[in-house]
């Protein structure tokens, strides 16, 4: 065991140990924040390369994923680069899908709902002709920081346009805060410390396996049952180079991949979201809210204040 292994148990043992059937789920893999998802002061060419290291990956472990898009982010000097679009391109020709995360990732909860619809209005103009062109659907929509409104109001406001145009809500149910490992890996990475990415690289193993044998004990708690899931991860270096690992160590543990759309299809996801607070939140903590139930949250698994450390953080 890794020293700075959780102090959370492996569920997934747990349960075994007791008797019961090991917790194991298909998995949707979702990646946001396309092309990068810490574009700034990197150049196309290791972009390119993150991406490619992030394909290989999910081509080795046969996962079909949707990838969602930030088309700010295909710009330089605010002209689209076609080299960007090429690395879109890269994903159709793999077999993933592409989707809608707005043209700028805006936070829907800090402006006029109007504004907000313009913005993912804006972020279809490249992806949706490039799918077109390899006859790939543009179905699915991940809201910014799964921040989904501060009201009914609003949020049934943007599911009805959302709708209308043809989108389909992408859900999360294992949320996680990988981007923190993922600013903590950046940094080693500069400073050219390598074996603290290892340690960040195995630590970061350990932290999605226990957060995913975390959601899927919540799912089997409220619906009696392993229903499909829904991994959030996104495109930066730290994927790139671990993310093999950790399909393999899913896989090991008994999970299965399957597509945004067989996962969408378990009836878990018709349940009550009737979430407004402030934080985009699980999916399956939602639906654990609408009836009322709160015990299981206090065993979610915690980044380890090492890595908030390495990653320049105070507190998770």
């Known amino acids: 065991m890794h020293p700075e292994r959780h102090a959370f148990p492996a569920l997934a043992a747990l349960v075994v140990a007791l008797g019961g059937p090991a917790l194991a789920a298909p998995i949707a893999v979702t990646i946001d924040d396309l092309p990068l998802q810490a ?7 290791d972009i ?9 990956a999910l081509r ?4 079909e994923a949707v990838g969602f898009v930030n088309e700010v982010k295909l710009e330089v000097d605010g002209a689209v680069d076609p080299a960007r679009v090429d690395v879109l391109g890269d994903w159709l020709e793999a077999g993933h899908e592409l989707g809608n995360h707005s043209y700028s990732h805006p936070d829907l909860h800090a402006m006029p709902v109007d504004d907000y619809l313009a913005d993912i209005d804006r ?3 490249v992806i949706r002709p490039l799918a077109e062109r ?4 543009v179905r699915y929509f991940r809201h910014p920081f799964l921040r989904t409104g501060r009201s009914i109001e609003v949020r049934n406001e943007v599911h009805d346009w959302l709708a209308a145009n043809g989108y389909l809500v992408a859900p999360v149910t294992i949320d996680n805060s990988e981007w923190i490992y993922s600013a903590a890996y950046d940094r ?3 400073s050219g410390e390598e074996a603290l990415k290892q340690r960040l690289g195995e630590s970061y193993i350990d932290y999605m396996a226990d957060k995913t044998a975390y959601f899927v004990a919540n799912g089997r708690h409220l619906f009696g049952r392993d ?3 829904v991994l959030l991860i996104h495109v930066n270096r730290l994927n790139a180079d671990w993310f093999g690992a950790l399909a393999a160590r899913l896989k090991q543990e008994g999970h299965s991949f399957v597509s945004l759309e067989t996962a969408l299809a378990d009836p878990a996801y018709e349940s009550r979201d009737l979430w407004t607070g402030p934080g985009g939140i699980s999916w399956l903590h939602r639906w654990l809210l609408a009836v009322g139930d709160r015990s299981q949250f206090a065993d979610e698994p915690k980044t380890p204040s090492w890595v908030l450390e390495a990653a320049g953080l105070d507190d998770e």
């Open 60 to 63: 080795e472990h046969d996962i």
């Open 227 to 229: 229903i499909a899931q």
């Open 123 to 125: 972020g279809d103009a």
């Open 48 to 56: 390119a390369a993150i991406n490619a290291g992030l394909l290989a």
């Open 134 to 137: 390899h006859e790939s659907p």
């Open 188 to 190: 080693a990475h500069r």
């Open 39 to 45: 574009v700034r002061d990197r150049g196309t060419a």
